[in-house]
């Protein structure tokens, strides 16, 4: 079942094109990656999704709703949650006040005491149990990254937008990562994630939508994006591909 659906969205920063008509689906349960040389339009497409930006042009539809044009807050409320590409997170806030402010802000049933989790089963899902008490900014980046899963969390999204969750992290912190986001996806949480660790998006997406100069140039299963010649010229090059190809 279709879970989030964007049709020809556009956006323009001055004479810049960052969204030209984007089309793209995500079905309830897939992990779907969005992938993309730098400046591709990647980050801009999960600020229109979110709500950080207002589309020029095109409609977003999050399962029976039109979402298009509509405030941060209600597209969280209404299911859809979000980390940031660069860390954004309260550096003298402890990590457990993080999850507890997400729960009154994000989540509509925590009011009504209907939350699904507490914050500490949160922190415990996303590995951060022991560190509740820190501040944040005493954390690593790889538990910055998993305080801000974990705060998305906290708003029981049914869709979850990963903006480089992996970005930084050594390779043992991106298997783990990996493994985090299968969890999710094995709690019903259906996932878009965008990812320049191609060991990862290839491994953990059943389906890849890629960005180039603001436009969709590709969509497929990971082997068909691996095999892909405009996808290999534009972003991932051929060295790459063929250490790829080794894993896929
Ligand atoms: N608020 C803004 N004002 C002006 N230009 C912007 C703004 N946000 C993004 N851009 C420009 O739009 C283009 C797309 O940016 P975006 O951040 O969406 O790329 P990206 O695919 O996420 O890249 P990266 O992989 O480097 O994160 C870039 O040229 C960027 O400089
Ligand atoms: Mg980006």
Not at 220 to 246: H, W
Request: proline share 3%.
């Amino acid at each position: 079942m279709r879970i989030l659906e964007v049709d020809r969205l556009g956006k323009r920063f001055g004479g810049l094109a960052a969204a030209a008509d984007v089309g793209f689906h995500v079905d309830e349960g897939e992990i779907v990656g969005l992938i993309g040389p730098n400046g591709a339009g990647k980050t801009t497409v999960f600020n229109l999704i979110s709500g950080a930006l207002v589309p020029d042009s095109g409609t977003i539809q999050f399962r029976d709703k039109k979402i298009t044009g509509k405030k941060p807050h209600q597209i969280c409320r209404a299911g859809i949650a979000r980390t940031f590409q660069s860390v954004q997170v309260f550096p003298r806030i402890s990590v457990l006040d993080h999850v507890r402010l997400a729960q009154l802000f994000g989540n509509p049933k925590s009011r009504s005491g209907g939350n699904k989790w507490d914050a500490a089963q949160i922190l415990d899902f996303v590995e951060l149990s022991g560190m509740s008490a820190l501040r944040a900014m005493d954390l690593t980046l790889a538990n910055q990254k998993r305080l801000e899963v974990a705060r998305a969390l906290a708003a029981e999204p049914e869709l979850l937008l990963l903006d480089e969750v992996m970005a930084g992290l050594n390779p043992t912190e991106v298997s783990q990562a990996m493994e985090l986001a299968r969890k999710i996806q094995e709690r019903g949480v259906t996932i878009l994630m965008i990812e320049h660790v191609m060991k990862a998006i290839m491994n953990i997406c059943d389906r890849i939508i890629v960005l180039n100069y603001g436009q969709k140039i590709a969509e497929g299963v990971p082997r068909e994006i691996a095999a892909n010649q405009t996808v290999i010229e534009v972003y991932l090059g051929a060295t790459e591909i063929s250490n790829l190809k080794s894993q896929i």
